[in-house]
């Protein structure tokens, strides 16, 4: 006869070998080689960033890391990619939070419910948009500039190739009263010829082109979008203190589904912090113009949330029209 202890034993046994297979599959993590999705094209100074990752932490995993490029349709692609992906670890997408917030908005039916759907697991960097003109420009100045659009009118115009850039230029015009002309481009590198020839006054561009094209005497950075100045750029004023207060940043993440589990969750944080938080990554992200970006998981996907009620507000501003 089985007593009740015996069978309690056994109860409890068999209770432990029904929970160990999922503490095996979290303990495997990783089991096979990783994909990081990057939403740019191969060469892209986003793609440069999520190879560069790629390189530093498939040493730490022990797999190798493929980059999978899925480029289109300003990054939803790749987030749509990263939502039906199997919830296991194995994909994870590289990209600015920031980016995947303002996807909430800029269609009028998402097909990825992001704060549902998608987890940070670890932050990587925060950049600023910037304000540029020419290098033979004659604003040396923000206020050179805001005197010039305000002298013009409707007849000067700006050149932006996303919409950080198209918003933080939308609210510069708002709070100085000029109707500056809106010219839109497929990317920031297209803009640079009618700056040189003074069809456009101003350009609103990511951090890592106008650094580039500053060095060569191409370009002038005139201000930052972000609240407070940036340690990679921090001798360049921000766009606040001329009074006009502006904080949009983009901030690089890696996201995972939200159905993985937390325990790999954890391992991809640990890899990310790792590296992030190394004088050699400090380097490489400061010469792109972005500060190393270290969040809890919690205080991540809680910026992540607050950003979608922010871009319901810039959109509005904008008056940028959600795709059907």
Known sequence: MISRRQLGLGFGAAGAVIAMPRVLRAQAYPS??????????????ADVLVRYFAA???????????VENK??????????HLARAKPDGHTIFVHAASGAAASMHLVKRP???????????ATINEQAYVIVVDGASPHKSFN???????????????????????????IYKLKIGAPTV????????????????????????????????????RLRILAISSSQRMKAMGDLPTMAEHGVPVNITGWWAAMVSAETPQPVRDQINKW???????????EFLTNAGGDPLIMSQADAQARLVREIDDWAEWVRVAKIEPQG
């Open 272 to 282: 990310f912090v790792a590296v992030v938080s190394s004088p050699e990554a400090a």
């Open 182 to 217: 809106q010219v839109l481009y497929k990317n920031s590198k297209d803009m640079m010829n009618d700056l040189a020839n003074g069809q456009l006054e101003f350009g609103a561009i990511d951090p890592v082109l106008a650094l580039a094209q500053q060095r060569a005497g």
């Open 111 to 121: 097909v990825v419910d992001v704060p549902k759907q998608i987890r940070v697991a």
């Open 32 to 45: 096979q080689d990783i994909s990081f999705i990057c939403a740019f094209a191969p060469g892209s100074g």
């Open 71 to 80: 480029v289109g349709a300003a990054g939803r692609m790749a987030l749509e």
């Open 56 to 66: 530093k932490i498939g040493p730490l995993a022990g797999r190798n890391i493929i």
């Open 144 to 170: 050179d500039l805001t005197a010039a659009l305000k002298a013009k009118g409707d007849k000067a115009s700006y050149g932006a190739a996303n919409q950080s850039a198209q918003i933080m230029s939308e």
